[in-house]
């Protein structure tokens, strides 16, 4: 049996740091798909924020919020989409959006697990993505006009 010295198990130590790290780096976006059935990266919405919102045709609040979230996705400057807590599929989004006039993208996450916020517990729930896709902050309840306002004073105020 071969004896390593000290530094060389500080050595093995840090390529496999390096090696891991690398391997971390390499971990494809979450994905989503929409209503359309066509797959769609977190990371297409990078460079901006972005708001992901939670919610479900049964939830009041939630579709009282949805024209606030459209103007919001309209004005740009923070992208918005919108994800259907029960499960459903791409026909059945297309369908919500007519039946609800929703005019924000609605997504089905592919990995619900592999997103970087949890599922919410409680409806609505939105989640603030910085331009990287990390998240910023979680937002519980009913999105209104003022919220939404501090929300964006809040992106623009430096930090």
């Known amino acids: 049996m071969r004896r390593v010295s000290r530094r060389g198990m500080e050595m093995k130590r840090i390529c496999w740091l390096i090696v891991a790290s690398l391997l971390g780096g390499c971990t494809p976006a979450p994905s989503f798909t929409d209503a359309a059935g ?7 919405f990078a460079s901006k924020p972005l708001l ?25 400057q923070i992208g918005v989409l919108a994800i259907n807590y029960d499960p459903a599929s791409p026909a059945e989004l297309t369908a919500l959006a007519r039946q609800y006039q ?58």
């Open 38 to 44: 066509q797959s769609v990266s977190l990371s297409d």
């Open 52 to 76: 992901v919102n939670y919610f479900a045709p049964w939830c009041a609040p939630c579709l009282r919020e949805m024209p606030l979230l459209a103007a919001l996705h309209r004005e740009g």
């Open 102 to 159: 929703i005019a924000v993208p609605l997504m089905i996450p592919d990995d619900e697990t592999r997103l970087p916020f949890p599922r919410p517990t409680v409806l609505p729930t939105s989640y603030l993505l910085d331009g990287e896709g990390k998240l910023r902050e979680t937002l519980v309840g009913e999105l209104d006009a003022q919220k939404l306002a501090d929300l964006k004073a809040r992106l623009t105020a430096p930090q």
